[in-house]
């Protein structure tokens, strides 16, 4: 298990479009994959379930990836949310 926090960059926070980048990102990974934001957990790879945790621009999430390509995909969902998920 690994785990990195990140801070949203984003203006209008993970609203539809960045969080359907994101979970799109999540979803190339076999790996379980959730984020923890103030006292939930969301699975990244689920639209729903990432548009629920209500983060806002300058929100800082915890990233938490379990299963055999956890280091890719922690750095790959690192990378995607600092270089702002499309916006």
């Known amino acids: 298990m690994v785990k990195a926090k990140v801070t949203i960059k984003n203006p209008t926070g ?12 999540a979803m190339g990974f076999k790996s379980k994959i959730t984020f923890h934001y ?23 999430i915890e ?8 280091a890719d995909a922690l750095a790959a969902l690192v990378k995607c949310v600092e270089s702002g998920l499309g916006e």
């Not at 990233?63 to 956890?70: I, K, M, S, V």
């Open 38 to 60: 103030k006292e939930s957990t969301a699975n990244a790879k689920s639209v729903l379930s990432v548009l629920g945790a209500c983060v806002k621009c300058g929100d800082e």
């Open 63 to 70: 990233f938490t990836c379990e299963g055999e390509d956890e």
């Open 14 to 25: 993970l609203h539809l479009r960045p969080a359907g980048i994101l979970c799109k990102e």
